[in-house]
C-alpha cells in the first residue's frame, strides 16, 4: 500500500546514507511500519515461512555443492560420503531433502490461502501471476535436484519426464526425439544430462529469490488481502507490521521450525522412496516409477489421459490455468467465507486434489484409473466451469461494514478513534512506558 514514509534518520551517518542509498528508509516503510490488515490470521503466516524455506534451501545447497560430484559415477558415492564422512553432512543434506517437501507443504497452504480468500482479484492478479511463475521454478528445481542422488528413482523419474518431450513427434515427426536427445546431451538420460540438471538446479533458486522480490513488491502496491476480503478504508482498519505481525509470523515460523525439525531428526526418509537408495541402473527400470508426494496430483492428471500428447497438455494446463484464474472468477466479493455455494465446490476441490495425490501413487489400472479419470474431470471443471458460472448465480452472504468492525464490534467502530491506540510508537520514549 503506498503510504508517506514516516521513517525519521536519528544520527549522522544514518542521514549521509538517507541521502545517498535510502534502503533503511525502504526497510522501514515496507517492513516495519507498513500498514497491514488488522484481521489477518495464521494462514497469512505462510509467506513469511516460505521466505525463510527459500534461504534455508540455498544456504544448505550452497554447503552441499561443496561435497557433491555431478558425475555419472561420481554422484551417488558423494552422496553417500556426504552422510558418512562430511562434518554434519547427514543433517544438511536430510534438512535440504525434507526441506524441499516442507517448502511445497508450505508453498500448497499458501497457494490454497490465495485461492480461499480471492486474493488473486484485482489488484493483486500480477502479484499471483508472479506466485504462480514461482510454483512453475520451484516445480522445476525440485525435479532436477531429486534427479542429482543418482538413485534409481531419480534415474527413471528423469527418463520418464523428459522423454514426455517425445510427444511431439505426433505433431512433427522426429522433432520430439530430437528435442529430447538435445535436453540429454546423447541419446540416453546420462552424464551430460546431469551435469546440465546440477547446473540448472543450482541456478534456479536464484532466479526464483529474484521473482520472490517482485513477488512481495507486487504485494506492497495494493497492500494484503484479508480474511473478509473487503478494502482497507481507513487508518483504523491497519497495524504497523512491526510488531504485530513481525510477532505473529515469528511465532507461526517458530511451531514450523519444530515440526521441520521433528520429521529431520525422526523421519528422515519418510516422504523418500527406498529404491533411491539403489544406484542408478540404466539396465534395469523399478516396476513401480513415482514421483516425489508433491508432484502425485499433476501424475495423476497425466496418466489418466490415454493419449501421451493430451496428457502432457493436460499435465501442463493443470498448473498453467492458474495463470487465468483472477479472469475466471466472476464473483463481486473476494473471500469464500461469505460465498454460500461457492465455498462447496471449494472444499470439493481440496478434496479432489489430495486424492489425485494419492491416485498418483498408485498404478494406473481398474478402480483407480477410473477415480482419476474422474478427479481429474472435476480439477478442471472446477477453474473453467465452477468459477465463471457460480460467480454469476450466487448471492453472497452480507459482507462486515470494515475489516475492523468484525474484530473490534460495531460499538467501537461508530466510537470516535482513541488517538493513543491508533499510533504505536516503534521506540517508546521512556515517559510513555511510565
Ligand atoms: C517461494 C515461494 C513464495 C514466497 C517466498 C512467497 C512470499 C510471499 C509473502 C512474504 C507474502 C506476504 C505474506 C502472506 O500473505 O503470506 C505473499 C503473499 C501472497 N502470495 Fe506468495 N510467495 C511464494 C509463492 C506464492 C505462490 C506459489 C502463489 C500463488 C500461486 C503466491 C500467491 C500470493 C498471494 C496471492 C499473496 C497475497 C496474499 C494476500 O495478501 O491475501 N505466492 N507471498
Redesign the pocket.
Known sequence: MAHPSSYEPNTGIERWIDARLPVPRLMHDQFLAFPTPRN?NY?????????F??AAQIATGVVLAMHYVPSEHGAFDSVEKIMRDVNWGWLLRYSHAVGASM?FV??YI??F???Y?G??KAP?EV??I??????LL?IATAFMGYSLVWGQMSFWAVTVITNLFSSLDSVVPGLGTRLVQWIWGGFSVGGPTLNRLYSLHYLFPFI?AG??VL??WA?HIP????PTGIDVKTARDTVPFHPYYTIK?GFALVGFIFLFAAVVFYAPNYLGHPDNYVPANPLQTPPHIVPEWYFLPFYAILRAIPNKLLGVIALLSSISV?FFVPWLDTSRVRSTSYRPIYKWFFWAFAVTCVALGYLGSQQPEGVYLVLGRIFTVYYFAFFLLVMPIVGLIEKPRGLPGSITEPVLGPEEVAAPPAPAARKVPLKRKPAEVA
Do not use: E, Q
Not at 43 to 51: D, E
Open positions: 489477518l494462514w497469512w503466516t505462510f509467506g513469511g515461512i516460505l521466505t524455506m527459500l517448502f508450505a508453498v499458501h497457494t490461502r490465495g485461492l480468500y486474493s488473486y493483486r502479484l499471483w508472479l506466485g504462480v511463475l514461482i510454483l520451484m526464483i521473482v520472490v513477488h512481495i504485494l497492500g494484503n488481502n484479508n509470523d492458474l
